[in-house]
T-cell receptor
Framework: EPEVTQTPSHQVTQMGQEVILRCVPI?????FYWYRQILGQKVEFLVS????????KSEIFDDQFSVERPDGSNFTLKIRSTKLEDSAMYFC?????????????FGPGTRLTVT | GIQVEQSPPDLILQEGANSTLRCNFS?????LQWFHQNPWGQLINLFY???GTKQNGRLSATTVATERYSLLYISSSQTTDSGVYFC???????????FGTGTRLLVSP
């Protein structure tokens, strides 16, 4: 069964450094999402992406964040200058563009630790 | 925005017991998903159930969209069922999911 993959599974970085989290969505999916979960809290929406542009973003998704689909398979989340509070689990998700079918498929997550 | 509430927040069971987890939401939705977060932090998709009833082994789910709630049933619980269960809902538009705060389940042997 096709699945969403994410790399790396765990990344440790120093405050102020740039990080890029990578995702490979399911191949025929056209909507892409990033969510994050701070330890012990609920999962929060960051951004959605469709047709090579951001379709919606949350207030968390400020100028330090950017997303890109550099080729036909990868979907990346970049944090320009990491802060301690960016430490979280980041999940990528994707779904079909099909009326009446809205199920999102989640990747296993990347645990980001900022020291 | 839409509010999603889950109950109970914590649940402790003996192995073999049955349980019901509830998810209430404050607006009409066209997507509802149940997830199990395992000890490694992965979100395992249990059900996509915007309405109706589905069953998968010992787990089943029912969503009554008109009354804005969903229930997740776990029968004959096992220690591997331990973890956090999240309900997430989506409304129209680009369908971001809004997650509830979860139910933390501990199944003891």
């Amino acid at each position: 069964e096709p699945e969403v993959t994410q790399t790396p599974s765990h990344q440790v970085t120093q405050m102020g450094q740039e990080v890029i989290l990578r995702c490979v969505p399911i191949s025929n999916h056209l909507y892409f999402y990033w969510y994050r979960q701070i330890l012990g809290q609920k999962v929060e929406f960051l951004v959605s992406f469709y047709n090579n542009e951001i379709s919606e973003k949350s207030e968390i998704f400020d100028d330090q964040f950017s997303v890109e689909r550099p080729d036909g398979s990868n979907f990346t989340l970049k944090i320009r200058s990491t802060k301690l509070e960016d430490s979280a689990m980041y999940f990528c998700a994707s779904r079909l563009r099909l009326a009446g079918s809205y199920e999102q498929y989640f990747g296993p997550g990347t645990r980001l630790t900022v020291t | 925005g839409i509010q999603v509430e889950q109950s109970p927040p914590d649940l402790i069971l003996q192995e073999g017991a049955n349980s019901t987890l509830r998810c209430n939401f404050s607006d009409s939705v066209n997507n509802l998903q149940w997830f199990h977060q395992n000890p490694w932090g992965q979100l395992i998709n249990l059900f996509y159930i915007p309405s109706g009833t589905k069953q998968n082994g010992r787990l089943s789910a029912t969503t009554v969209a008109t009354e804005r709630y969903s229930l997740l049933y776990i029968s004959s619980s096992q220690t591997t069922d331990s973890g956090v269960y999240f309900c997430a809902v989506g409304i129209t538009g680009f369908q971001k999911l809004v997650f509830g705060t979860g139910t933390r389940l501990l199944v003891s042997p």
